[in-house]
């Protein structure tokens, strides 16, 4: 069998923290699941007790962070590193391509 | 054991293994499978899937002008949901450890993940709940839609339980195996009702919940006769059912015998029976019962069970085959009435809000003027073939009917110009099924050669009542005196046009109205197939004074409940062994 994946495992964690107002709904969670199915990498996503499948859209979805929430980002395989990277520069940089509290209250008044 | 009380709407009984079907828009109950069934089920999951995925990049690929973007968004988000495998998983999961069917372990996987996205305090991620119920009625949808095809390719008797079935799938029961129906909603006039009496198949409606007591194998006893339905009836109760099956079919049988009799009172007027029909192969029935022609012929049946619309060669067969049973004898052919509950299968993605008062029928024909003017050559070439009748339903205005002749006017020109012969001097007559047509019948009478009341459409415009609403069905009564008023207007100004009369509606089978009809002054009644030896009883019991004077003291009285008692025990009075 092949396992050439396995033999140059890399483990990667980070934290995060959700910077757009909407919080993680349904389309920032599929732009985070489409963004770590393009790792080979197995990504768990975990806020507090809770660890769900970084490629999966319901368990994602089904975390329902918030603004604010704090999330920690496991990446294991041969893209680890790179997968982190790419995850934490969506939610913290990219914002999800959302305003944060203060712009989206800047664009109403 | 369970017994469950409904309307009865076809009669007869039947015993069977029952074939269940969920219904998408309402919830899906719990039920169970053989463990056997895992393998099947959890493909079942799969290809809902798999068809529900084939929809949304089709969705996506269609342009949308307004918020475009969004609704592309939405349908990605629905799109990764679909392809994410443990959803799947999930439930394919439950099917195995559960043993539940597909439908269910679809629906509560989905709405355990909707309840808990609705359980979050913020607003935004609350209302993405909407998402996943419209995923899982998309799944439910294909489970749903897959299991109405499998009825017309079943293998063994089987009696059908659903929530409610649509003409599209009536129309494509296998009538050698489907022995009975038995459906939560609907009403004595409700589509399940008028193809199971057509087809000679006992049904029981209204039944409300049936859908949750059942899974799919329990034995079921479906009377049509007393709109009972036995679930899983335990020994005593099925011997029973059987000694009444048998003297059922006697009692059918004697009736039968009057079949050469004619339809005529003790006091010698001739009344003529006619029957109504779906497809040219129930003609041969209508003749066998004793009918003297066709009073209604549903030709839109023709594109209720097929995915192409019928080529013009296609409507003159089985309109040639029609006819040929009945050779000189009438055969009243309807325009199509797609629109409002039966739907071509092109415009069944086109909803409307309000489709009882949409584009339906004539409305519709008068829009697509190449679907009817193919129906209308082929009519036209079948005319030279026996006597052949033409009538347009929903009818509401002159103009809608001028409009309707003079497309036929045109169809003609073509057919002169083809050299195809065709009887010039077809008759062409009009249902009259909305009060606006009623009111105007003395108008419309300059114009058409025919009326035909449709009771059915009729009462329920007058009474703004929908016949498969459960909710509000027993207004829905064709001997409201409001439905009785239009039904004397039309019978009169046809009269005093010297314009032939005839009801078309269910009332026409129903017993105790039979004789308020010859009352009014009805000569002609088409009626389900299995009726007539029924009805034909009835007229030759009652002279017509009898019946004029059942119809006066009716006029007289100002409400529904008094008017259906009064009829119900004149019947009974004079026909005790009808009841």
């Not at chain 2, 039947?14 to 393998?39: H, M, N, T, W």
Request: glycine share 6%.
């Amino acid at each position: 069998m092949w396992t050439g994946n396995r033999v140059q495992n890399q483990v990667c964690e980070l934290e995060v923290e959700i910077k757009n107002a909407d919080g993680l709904h349904m389309r920032p969670a599929m732009q985070f699941v489409d963004t770590a199915s393009r790792f080979q990498a197995q990504i768990t996503i975990s806020k507090a007790e809770t660890n769900v499948d970084g490629k999966s859209i319901m368990q994602m979805s089904m975390l329902a962070a918030t603004y604010g929430t704090r999330l920690k980002i496991k990446a294991e395989g041969p893209d680890a590193a790179a997968a982190a990277a790419a995850l934490q520069e969506l939610v913290e940089v990219k914002k999800f391509g959302e305003p944060t509290p203060e712009e989206k209250s800047k664009q109403i008044s | 054991m369970e017994i469950k009380k409904g309307i009865a709407v076809s009669p007869g009984i039947s015993i069977g293994k029952c074939f269940v079907i969920d219904a998408e828009d309402y919830r899906i109950p719990r039920r169970l499978i053989e463990p056997s069934q895992r393998l099947t089920e959890t493909q079942r999951v799969r290809n809902a899937f798999k068809e529900a995925i084939e929809d949304l990049i089709r969705l996506q690929a269609e342009p949308k002008e307004i918020e475009g973007q969004k609704i592309k968004d939405i349908f990605a988000v629905h799109l990764s949901y679909l392809r994410d495998r443990t959803l799947r998983k999930n439930i394919t999961d439950k099917i195995n450890a559960e043993l539940v069917t597909a439908e269910f372990a679809v629906s509560s996987t989905l709405r355990d993940i909707a309840s808990h996205f609705a359980k979050v305090k913020d607003v935004y991620i609350s209302e993405r709940a909407a998402d996943i119920y419209d995923i899982e009625h998309r799944l439910v949808g294909h489970l749903v839609g897959a299991k109405r095809q499998d009825i017309a390719a079943l293998k063994e008797e089987a009696v059908i339980v659903a929530r409610e079935l649509s003409p599209t799938q009536t129309a494509s029961f296998n009538k050698e195996y489907v022995k009975g129906i038995a459906t939560g909603a609907g009403g004595r006039t409700s589509h399940t009702a008028i193809v199971a009496r057509s087809l000679g198949i006992p049904a029981v409606v209204a039944l409300e919940d049936i859908t949750e007591s059942v899974n799919a194998g329990d034995t079921v006893i479906i009377d049509g006769n007393r709109g009972i339905v036995i679930v899983n009836p335990d020994d005593n109760t099925i011997t029973q059912y059987l000694e009444y099956a048998v003297e059922y079919s006697e009692l059918e049988h004697r009736l039968d015998t009057i079949r050469e009799k004619p339809a005529e009172t003790r006091d010698g007027a001739r009344v003529t029976l006619l029957g109504n029909i779906e497809f040219p192969d129930e003609a041969q029935g209508v003749l066998q019962k004793g009918g003297e022609g066709i009073g209604l012929y549903r030709t839109e049946f023709l594109y209720l069970n097929r995915n192409t619309e019928p080529t013009e060669q296609e409507h003159y067969e089985a309109y040639s085959k029609t006819v040929s049973v009945f050779k000189s004898r009438p055969v009243v052919l309807r325009t199509v009435d797609l629109g409002a509950d039966k739907y071509t299968q092109s415009r069944r993605y086109m909803r409307e809000p309000n489709p009882f008062l949409g584009l339906r029928s004539i409305r519709y024909c008068l829009q697509n003027l190449t679907m009817f003017k193919t129906q209308l050559h082929a009519i036209m070439r079948a005319s030279v073939l026996g006597d052949l009748k033409i009538m347009f339903p929903l009818i509401t205005n002159l103009q809608e009917l001028m409009q309707a002749k003079m497309i036929l006017g045109d169809v003609m020109e073509d057919l002169d110009e083809e050299g195809v012969p065709y009887n010039r001097k077809i008759k062409v007559g009009i249902m009259v099924e909305t009060p606006a047509a009623a009111l105007t019948a003395s108008m419309l009478a300059r114009d058409a050669e025919f009326f035909s009341i449709g009771t059915n459409d009729l009462t329920q415009y007058t009474l703004a009542v929908d016949r498969g609403n459960e909710l509000v069905s027993t207004l829905y009564s064709s001997v409201d005196p409001a439905v009785l008023r239009l039904i004397r207007t039309v019978i009169q100004d046809a009269h005093k046009a010297q314009v032939d009369v005839s009801i078309c509606g269910e009332m026409a089978s129903e017993p105790e109205s039979v004789m308020l009809l010859l009352g009014l002054g009805i000569r002609t009644l088409s009626i389900a197939a299995p009726m007539i030896p029924e009805v034909k009883q009835i007229i030759r019991s009652v002279t017509i004074e009898e019946c004029n004077k059942i119809a006066r003291k009716v006029l007289g009285m100002n409400s529904e409940r008094q008017i259906s008692s009064y009829l119900r025990d004149s019947a009974r009075k004079i026909l005790p062994e009808a009841f």
